[in-house]
């Protein structure tokens, strides 16, 4: 009985490299200013509390006239809270990086789909060539992007869609909303050692010249 005859995918696989280096110096870049930028924000919450205390106790003063500083007060709790939160969500994403580690490519494509390397809490997430609607190039912040645009109605848990979500519900609906925001899907230009005209020739090979990078 004859072998049979070994199936050739019609597209090989393409891989976008990812610069390593970049990536762990923005990562550490990043977690660095969530360090100080959380402190900094609990320090001067701390600082308007003891000096609305000292003021309102020192002075004296009856209740009518202390409404000001009560506002001062409190505005002063709501930068500890928010900067506890920053604090937490530094942790989050170390300990996110921390299991991931370094992706091996910062672009995949198959014929299942693109896969893709963020910076961000989402991860990696792969995504079929039917929910993809369209690449932008995008400048933000002093630096360049390349961003997926999802098709109207994909979500986190749309067939063929991959991405991994948490199992506590809140964060679950905080990093399915995360997924669909506008330009949270894609890596910076700077992370990708592939020249952006090999990568543009890839998603128009995959798609039958249907995506391309804008």
């Keep these: 009985m004859l072998p049979e005859p070994e ?65 001062s007060l409190a505005s002063g709790l709501l930068l500890i809270v928010a900067g506890r939160r920053q604090f937490l969500e530094g942790r989050r994403r170390r300990a996110t990086w921390d ?11 198959s014929t299942e789909g693109v896969w893709c390397a963020t910076n961000s809490l989402l991860g990696p997430f792969l995504v079929p060539w039917s929910a ?15 961003v997926l645009d999802l098709a109207a109605g994909v979500t ?13 519900p809140r964060e679950r609906r905080a990093k399915a909303r995360m997924f669909r925001a506008k330009g949270m899907l894609g890596i910076p230009e700077e992370a990708l050692r592939s020249p952006i005209s ?6 128009a090979r995959f798609t039958e010249g249907r995506v391309r990078i804008r």
């Design 99 to 109: 299991a991931n580690g370094l992706p091996p490519v910062a672009i995949r494509m």
């Design 156 to 168: 986190a848990t749309s067939p063929g869609v991959v991405v991994e979500l948490p199992t506590e």
């Design 7 to 71: 199936v050739v995918p019609k597209y090989p696989e393409y891989a976008a490299e990812i610069d390593h280096a970049w990536l762990a110096s923005s990562r550490a870049k990043i977690l660095r200013a969530h360090h100080v930028g959380s402190w900094g924000t609990v320090s001067g919450g701390v600082l308007i509390v003891v000096m609305c205390f000292g003021v309102i106790l020192g002075l004296g003063l009856p209740f009518t006239a202390t409404w000001p500083l009560l506002l």
């Design 198 to 203: 090999d990568i543009d020739q890839a998603f």
């Design 132 to 146: 993809l609607a369209g690449v932008r190039l995008v400048r933000r912040f002093g630096r360049t992007a390349l």
